[in-house]
């Protein structure tokens, strides 16, 4: 049987008001906010056809209703409006993207702080790892004491490192450094840059040996540090303030899949590049979201390969809407500073598809595309 019209806005209308305030929904609260040109009587008829079609449920006797997975899904999929981020919450996102210097872990940790102090839910930034081999190096002059050394890796990942030094370098002497990385070193994974290959790249630095070394232990480090899974945790103890994880099982629950690296990184190969997707407890068959609890990811996405992700945990009521909005408006920011289209100019890039709130249930979130 499909969801009328009233069905659907009713539906609506008990999600909502049970994301804001956790009690159960009844026919008489929704009469009294006046959205319905409806009786008490009527709404509560209609209340009722929807918990037997497995979108509402009662706690228990004499309550309201609150939603089930299914509510959720057709909520999240079908029926909630666009969230506009206010001038405070674009400026606090805006900030973390300013700093174009940064890498990008770096960017996603920050940007995973500030999305959890937005949202008021535990945040986190994921990161795969690998050990790609290099396409090509790019460096970007930023002045007589710094450069940016970056790595355009085979895998469509992208790595940069902001560099200081100690003795001043030129705009030729770090474009001749370039030439000499890309003749030497491009195509070659960490483990392939042997002594030969160091011999070869500081033969043809010439003169300029001495930087030739800062740049190598540089390079070293950059290679080195991608070759496993990052994953930043913020703000977990934001979940003790929602009564949904006030049992210490559920709770720990949640600290069990964050340990879990490996876990990241499976749900990553799901991932579809430029959606968002939403994960509900109850209703995902791998567990991998406790019960009670949604999961609300957007993949960060390189030449179209995903190579990490941004995302929110919190109770299964949670403002799917501020959360959906927060993610993709970050994660379109973070694609225009990372894609590989102006790398050679300056370290920033094209953004990714439109994104839109997907399952594998399919279903498009029309507030995404051009909703209010």
């Given at each position: 049987m499909e969801?009328?019209?009233?069905?659907?806005?009713?539906?609506?209308?008990?999600?909502?008001?049970?994301?804001?305030?956790?009690?159960?929904?009844?026919?008489?609260?929704l009469t009294e906010s006046r959205?319905?040109?409806?009786?008490?009587?009527?709404?509560?008829?209609?209340?009722?056809?929807?918990?037997n079609m497995g979108y509402l449920e009662q706690p228990h006797t004499s309550a309201g209703r609150v939603p089930t997975p299914q509510g959720y899904r057709t909520y999240v999929d079908s029926l909630m409006e666009r969230y506009f981020l206010g001038?405070?919450?674009?400026?606090?996102?805006?900030?973390?993207?300013?700093?174009?210097?940064?890498e990008v872990g770096r960017m996603m940790d920050e940007a995973a702080r500030a999305?959890?102090?937005?949202?008021?839910?535990?945040?986190?930034?994921?990161?795969?790892?690998g050990n790609s081999a290099v396409d090509r190096y790019e460096t970007v002059y930023v002045d007589e004491t710094s450069f940016l050394l970056i790595m355009i890796c085979k895998d469509g990942t992208i790595r940069n490192r902001h560099v200081k030094l100690m003795e001043a370098i030129t705009p030729?002497?770090?474009?001749?450094?370039?030439?000499?990385?890309?003749?030497?070193?491009?195509?070659?994974?960490?483990?392939?840059?042997?002594l030969s290959v160091i011999l070869s790249f500081e033969e043809h630095m010439g003169e300029s040996r001495a930087f030739a070394t800062t740049v190598l232990r540089v390079v070293h480090e950059m290679l080195g540090s991608y070759d496993r899974e990052k994953v930043h945790i913020d703000g977990v103890n934001k979940l003790l303030s929602y009564p949904e994880f006030m049992d210490a099982a559920k709770f720990q629950s949640i600290l069990n899949l964050f340990e879990q690296r490996q876990r990241f990184a499976e749900l990553m190969q799901r991932a579809i590049p430029g959606q968002t997707s939403v994960i509900l407890g109850d209703e995902e068959k791998d567990e991998f979201a406790p019960p009670d609890t949604g999961f609300v990811f957007h993949p960060i996405?390189?030449?179209?390969?995903?190579?990490?992700?941004?995302?929110?945990?919190?109770?299964?009521?949670?403002?799917y809407k501020k959360v959906?909005?927060?993610?993709?408006?970050?994660?379109?920011?973070?694609?225009e500073q990372i894609g590989p289209s102006e790398l050679p100019a300056a370290s920033?890039?094209?953004?990714t598809a439109k994104p839109r709130v997907l399952q594998e249930r399919n279903g498009e979130h029309h507030a995404a595309d051009d909703g209010k």
């Open positions: 969801l009328s019209e009233r069905k659907k806005a009713i539906l609506k209308s008990v999600i909502d008001a049970y994301i804001r305030t956790g009690d159960p929904v009844g026919s008489k609260s959205q319905f040109n409806l009786s008490s009587a009527t709404i509560r008829s209609e209340m009722n056809d929807l918990e001038m405070e919450e674009l400026e606090v996102l805006d900030e973390v993207m300013s700093n174009k210097l940064v999305i959890g102090s937005i949202t008021n839910y535990a945040t986190f930034a994921f990161l795969g790892g030729e002497l770090l474009a001749h450094t370039k030439e000499a990385l890309n003749a030497t070193l491009a195509g070659l994974s960490a483990e392939q840059i042997n996405t390189v030449n179209g390969q995903v190579v990490g992700a941004i995302g929110v945990i919190g109770p299964q009521r949670m403002d959906v909005a927060s993610l993709d408006y970050f994660a379109s920011g973070l694609s920033e890039s094209p953004g």
